[in-house]
């Protein structure tokens, strides 16, 4: 039987007090490599006051109850545990808005296309379904493979000075720093290699030819690890999706520490037309039944 790649699951229930003070709409918080659950709290006291919040712990941060040694990580799997986690914790019935990071974007995006109705709206959070160049295609990833191959040797070689030497450039404001490289070293090194060899040495790129859930592109204006470039390419690749593109002006991979406030206002704007949206598919439903009800009432014309 294979194991639980996710754990530490929890709902955080909106202090709205019904259905008329909530936004009517749950939001899922995935985390991306080298976090956990804790990288959302900077957004969770704001999110929580009109929404019911789904965060969790991928396993590589320790979580759940890790994997089989045979098992490889894939995507793939990635996209049914995210599957499961919702449909476990009641969240996305009526679909969810789902704020996935980094690896977990890509996971969203197969998820949504295998349970489209627990989907309401994705959010890919500094996301890229590359990281290589491929010049012959023109397509800028932001590394090159030789540079690659060569990060994944540091990690191999001396996991915590690799983790001590990338973290600052991920984090990108020093605030960031030392939450990061707690996350980061949390991880196991044997793990964490298996897990960036994924990532980093795989193309996703055909996945997004399937993508048909509403998309907003969240990049961070100077992120080394998924440059603006990433974002054009996933917008205009994405045919089959209402798709937009937002830049958050801040630097590094973790808009979510370094810069909340802007990741709120862009989180803000789709969450209302989501309760707009809602609203008036509930209007029109009632009108639809009232127009029933009285159609097979009693003729009382004379």
Not at 56 to 79: L, P, Q, V
Not at 136 to 146: K, L, S
Request: negative net charge.
């Amino acid at each position: 039987m294979n194991k639980l790649w996710r754990g530490n699951a929890r709902v955080v229930e909106t202090r709205g007090g019904g259905e008329e003070e909530r936004g009517g709409v749950s939001v899922v918080l995935a985390h991306g490599y080298g976090a956990s659950q804790a990288v959302w709290e900077k957004l969770v006291p704001s999110l929580s006051k009109r929404h019911n919040l789904l965060l969790f712990d991928w396993d590589f941060t320790g979580a759940g109850a890790g994997k089989d040694d045979e098992e490889a990580y894939t995507f793939g799997r990635f996209a049914d545990e995210l599957i499961a986690v919702m449909e476990e914790r009641g969240v996305g019935a009526s679909g969810a808005v789902v704020v996935a990071h980094s690896l977990s974007a890509m996971a969203a995006c197969i998820a949504a296309q295998r349970r489209p109705h627990l989907f309401a709206h994705i959010f890919l959070l500094c996301a890229s379904p590359r990281y290589i160049n491929l010049e012959e295609e023109g397509y800028v990833g932001g590394f090159d493979e030789a540079a690659i191959h060569g990060m994944l040797a540091a990690m191999e070689s001396d996991f915590d000075a690799w983790v001590r030497s990338f973290v600052p450039n991920a984090a990108g404001d020093a605030s960031a720093v030392e939450h990061l490289l707690k996350s980061f070293l949390a991880m196991d090194p044997t793990v964490a290699l298996k897990l960036a060899k994924m990532i980093f040495l795989g193309d996703q790129r055909e996945v997004l030819d399937g993508v048909k859930t509403p998309c907003t592109i969240v990049q961070v204006k100077a992120d080394f690890a998924a440059p603006p470039s990433v974002a054009e390419y996933m917008h205009l690749r994405m045919k089959g999706a209402a798709t937009a593109i937002k830049i958050i002006d801040s630097v590094g991979h973790f808009p979510q520490l370094v810069a909340p406030q802007q990741l709120l206002d862009i989180l803000a704007g789709v969450l209302r037309l989501r309760e707009e949206a809602a609203a008036a598919a509930e209007v029109t439903e009632y009108d639809n039944a009232s127009t029933v009800e009285i159609a097979g009432g009693i003729d009382v014309s004379m």
